[in-house]
């Protein structure tokens, strides 16, 4: 089987030297780990349909594995997958200027396209993760990210894609027509699919126009609900394009962390704000202090307190993650009780305008089934941002209906007929 995976895409990318395997075999946080005869890494999508129809004759099941850096254990064969890497497909077209539009292999980075489209267009995506998280892991798992509240994620961004179907068929619609009412939106179906139905191998993106003034303010606020009553003070006077949460737990863990001093006064919670404007529109905005960025050196130093979170955490032990969606008014509610529940220390941040948090639970492995429930309970969604994975596939039925996973299974049934690609991601075993 390896001779006929060499064959197709060349025997120096036919990775099996165990160390170097290794990095692909753990995910981010190292709580998924697992075990791969191979890790292939093919160059072009018609190398990519070659492994996949291989494969598929083969019997043999395949991670799809962009920048490793998902959070719901869904891109590391636990089940001795063969990995196909998709990092070296990382190059960048032109940018269509009246279109405002690009399209790139699935291995670009985000970091790569944000520069590449720098300064006349902007991205529209932003997370912390940049420099290593691939476009067609963001795609794969519909990825939100800090500027979600102006710009909705990766699915109102996509606007083209080309993928190979778990048959080893190419599916290429890359034209970027604004207007397109052509039968089924596979790009929008293949988002957030993470990995199960098809190989994103490139995407068209379509990208926003940067803002004019961009201000960014850390805030102190007096709790949740002061950070959702100062987000909507601030999206009424000017358009929003960040509004992100850390509580005081996080911000001292990050302080720690960094050896970075206190950035503003104490406080129960800190918002991190960035709009298109004037700096007087926080005038408009309660808050018990602030500090203000207006030079990029001064940018970064403020969100290092918020996007430093996710590294904080894991320095301390290995986290569980829940990454969920809560309808607005239970958010505040819903952070007090989420605090109580298991034995381990929690951590809560987030995208907070989007009712999207973070809760990282350490030094309790059985919280998942509380939390989660407790979630369901609010009318919330398990998964904002991240996924389904491996993490959470148990509990998929807390939000969706029977009608709704059996539409999955035929869907997945439809595009991937041998079931080899995720095969760990996404439904619960039946
Ligand atoms: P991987 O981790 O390699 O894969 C993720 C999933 O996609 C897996 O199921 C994998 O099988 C599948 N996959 C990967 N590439 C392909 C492909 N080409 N075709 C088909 N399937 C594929 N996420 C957010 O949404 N918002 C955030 O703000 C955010 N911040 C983060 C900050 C940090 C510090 C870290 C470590 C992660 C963060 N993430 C965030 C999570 C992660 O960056 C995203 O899920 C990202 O989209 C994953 O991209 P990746 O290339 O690393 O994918
Ligand atoms: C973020 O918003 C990411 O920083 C990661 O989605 C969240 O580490 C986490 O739980
Ligand atoms: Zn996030």
């Given at each position: 089987v390896l001779d006929g995976l060499r064959e197709l895409v060349?025997?120096?990318?036919?990775l099996v030297d165990a160390d170097v395997r290794a990095g692909y075999e753990v995910d981010w946080t190292g709580r998924f780990r697992g075990a791969t005869p191979a890790v292939v890494r093919p160059a072009s999508v018609d190398e990519v349909a070659a492994v996949v129809a291989y494969c598929r004759a083969e019997g043999i099941a395949v991670v799809p594995q962009g920048g490793n850096t998902g959070l719901v254990g869904g891109s590391v064969p636990l089940d001795g997958e063969v990995v196909l890497s998709l990092r070296r497909l990382s190059s960048i077209g032109p940018v269509d200027d009246l279109a405002g539009q690009v399209t790139m292999g699935a291995g670009v980075t985000l970091g790569a396209l944000q520069a590449a489209v720098a300064p006349g267009w902007s991205a529209g995506l932003d997370l912390a993760a940049r420099d290593s998280a691939t476009i067609g892991g963001m795609v794969a798992t519909n990825a939100g990210g800090t500027s979600f509240v102006r710009h909705g994620g990766m699915r109102a961004r996509l606007a083209g894609i080309e993928a190979v179907l778990g048959d080893g068929s190419i599916v290429r619609h890359?034209?970027?027509?604004?207007?397109?009412?052509?039968?089924?939106?596979l790009a929008g179906l293949l988002c957030g699919s993470e990995g199960t139905l098809g190989v994103v191998t490139a995407a068209r993106l379509q990208l926003v126009v940067p803002p004019r003034n961009v201000v960014t303010a850390l805030c102190a606020v007096d709790g949740v609900e002061g950070a959702l009553r100062a987000v909507r003070q601030l999206r009424a006077a000017v358009p929003v394009d960040a509004a992100e949460l850390v509580l005081d737990e996080g911000l001292q863990l990050v302080r720690t962390h960094l050896g970075l001093p206190q950035p503003v006064t104490a406080a129960p919670a800190y918002l991190v704000l960035e709009w298109d404007?004037?700096?007087?529109?926080?005038?408009s905005v309660e808050v018990l202090d602030a500090v203000v960025a207006e030079d990029e050196g001064r940018r970064q130093a403020l969100w290092r307190y918020r996007d430093a979170q996710t590294e904080a955490v894991n320095a301390v032990g290995v986290p569980h993650k829940f990454d969920v969606t809560l309808p607005p008014p239970g958010l505040a509610r819903f952070v007090d009780e989420v605090r109580t529940l298991g034995s381990g220390t929690t951590i809560v941040f987030g995208h907070v305008a989007d009712g999207n948090l973070h809760v990282n639970v350490l030094g309790d492995d059985d919280v998942d089934d509380d939390v989660l429930r407790l979630v369901a309970g609010y009318g919330g969604s398990i998964s904002a941002e991240h996924g389904i994975g491996t993490a959470k596939k148990r509990w998929l039925h807390l939000v969706r209906s029977e009608a709704e996973i059996a539409a999955f299974r035929a869907i997945k049934r439809a595009l991937d007929p041998a079931g080899i690609l995720n095969p760990n991601v996404l439904l619960p075993p039946l």
């Open positions: 060349g025997a120096e990318h036919v890359l034209g970027g027509l604004a207007k397109d009412n052509t039968g089924y939106d404007g004037a700096v007087e529109a926080l005038r």
